[in-house]
């Protein structure tokens, strides 16, 4: 892209740095989502279910 690799760094560590804020900032709403804490024990039941499938249609 002819970037230098000083600027390059500083292009990464910002969009890193705001990435990392904007996820921060989705969780704390999204942990006061009462449908989405009902929800909390979905991903485990998923994982489950996926292993006993590997397991069964071997």
Do not use: C, D, E, H
Request: charged letters at 5%; zero cysteines.
């Amino acid at each position: 892209m002819g970037l230098s690799i000083w600027q390059t760094t500083v292009i990464i560590a910002g969009m890193s740095g705001l990435l990392i804020y904007l996820g921060l900032q989705v969780g704390i709403v999204l942990a006061t989502n009462r449908l989405l804490n009902r929800l909390s024990y979905l991903p485990g039941f998923l994982l489950i279910m996926l292993g006993l499938s590997k397991f069964v249609y071997l």
